[in-house]
């Protein structure tokens, strides 16, 4: 565009950030963002969406949090689409106490988190051994409505589906089952579980005769 004395309107900038976020350019993708900040251009969530999960994928969780901020200062509100992978990345780089507190700002603003906004926040929890925060956690998400057994289904469905997070996957149970949060679905899960290990099928469920 620029070759023809162009300059790139809201609607073509949007496409290239989006498409170098998407093909793994997100820095080239950036440097159009500030390029837009500029002009004074009118920059939409979608954008900001784009760029916090290439971010986050890139693992320059930083940024993707320094982009939260211009967002909510520019006058907007982020939505799950945003906090989502900020949450995830965060986690993933052991900050799981700043990953809570915006998942605490996503009800606080009206959203409806769901298992994808706070299962990295649990596996968190579980990988640094803090069952007592897991737990709170699980009676929060009771309050807010999600269904916790369906959840913690899920859970467990994450942990045993990769091979290095199977050990920690009976470790939650054991503490779980002593709290009260087991299910059929879940000792179903272990049962799998201990089969792959070649263990006998047993699955901890004393607790639920």
């Keep these: 565009m620029r070759r023809?004395?162009?300059d790139p309107d809201v609607i073509a900038y949007a496409t290239l950030v989006s498409g170098l976020c998407k093909g793994g350019?997100?820095?080239?993708?950036?440097e159009f963002f500030k390029e837009m900040k500029e002009k004074g251009c009118l920059i939409d969530r979608a954008i900001y969406r784009s760029l916090v999960e290439a971010f986050v994928a890139d693992g320059k969780i930083g940024l993707a949090c320094d982009l939260l901020k211009d967002?909510?200062?520019?006058g907007y509100r982020a939505d799950l689409g945003i906090y989502n992978p900020l949450?995830?990345?965060?986690c993933g780089v052991k900050q799981v106490d700043k990953a809570y507190k915006l998942f605490q700002v996503t009800f606080q603003e009206g959203l409806e988190p769901d298992f994808v906004t706070v299962n990295p926040i649990l596996v968190g929890y579980a990988e640094m051994r803090r069952m007592d925060?897991?737990?709170?956690l699980i009676t929060q998400m009771q309050r807010l409505g999600f269904s916790v057994i369906d959840d913690l289904s899920k859970f467990f469905a994450f942990l045993v589906g990769k091979e290095e997070r199977t050990r920690m996957a009976v470790q939650v149970f054991e503490d779980l089952k002593g709290r009260g949060y087991c299910s059929v679905s879940i000792c179903n899960i272990l049962m799998g579980l201990f089969t792959r290990m070649g263990r006998s099928k047993r699955c901890y469920c004393s607790s639920m005769k």
Excluded: M
């Design 4 to 6: 023809d004395n162009v």
């Design 133 to 136: 925060d897991f737990c709170k």
């Design 87 to 90: 949450i995830e990345g965060l």
């Design 71 to 74: 967002l909510v200062d520019s």
């Design 25 to 30: 350019r997100v820095e080239k993708g950036y």
